[in-house]
């Protein structure tokens, strides 16, 4: 996926780790205040030379897992999908600026949002983004996860991406 379809990332080559958090909703944006106590919070959890961003995009982007993007699947008969028959949606997504994620299975005829994919690791779109590079933790135990949810009034997908 071309640069330009991801949102949160610095376009200088390097390889970093990155801990994304983001709406399950991909058109929510928290309040600033939360996104600061978010932020902090998160800051807390990693190690002291992380770096956390709150970040919010105008327009609805793709939050990719890097090059631990390993493969789709159907969530209804769960059938792995073509990366081709993918591309293909996404390329038609984003002409919209992605703002109509509704598609049409290829396996099982089933309408539903390129959101809703079963994507091995997570991946999703979004306008808002909780960013931790590098942040130096094996995982974010499910209470933390719970905690950021209270705070910016949503539900997360916990998105581990390797650039």
């Known amino acids: 996926m071309p640069l330009k379809h991801r949102i949160g990332y610095s376009s200088e080559i390097m390889s970093d780790n990155l801990l994304l958090l983001i709406p399950t909703q991909p058109e929510y944006v928290p309040n600033s205040?939360?996104?600061?106590?978010?932020?902090?919070?998160?800051?807390?959890?990693?190690?002291?030379?992380c770096e956390v961003t709150a970040c919010v995009a105008e327009?609805?982007?793709?939050v990719d897992a890097g090059a631990n993007f390993e493969s789709v699947s159907c969530p209804v008969c769960r059938s792995s999908i073509?990366?081709?028959w993918?591309?293909?949606?996404?390329?038609?997504?984003?002409?919209?600026?992605?703002?109509n994620l509704e598609v049409l299975t290829p396996c099982c005829q089933t309408r539903l949002s390129l959101n809703n994919l079963d994507y091995n690791w997570p991946q999703g779109f979004a306008r808002f983004i909780l960013k931790a590079t590098n942040p130096g933790?094996?995982?974010?135990?499910?209470q933390a996860v719970d905690e950021l949810e209270?705070?910016?009034g949503c539900k997360l997908r916990?998105?581990?991406a390797h650039l």
């Open 137 to 142: 933790i094996p995982n974010l135990e499910r």
């Open 59 to 62: 327009q609805i982007g793709f």
């Open 158 to 160: 916990v998105i581990w």
């Open 150 to 152: 209270r705070i910016l």
């Open 33 to 49: 205040h939360a996104r600061q106590e978010a932020r902090k919070l998160l800051q807390s959890l990693v190690v002291e030379t």
């Open 86 to 99: 993918w591309s293909a949606a996404m390329g038609e997504a984003h002409i919209s600026q992605f703002s």
């Open 82 to 84: 073509a990366r081709e």
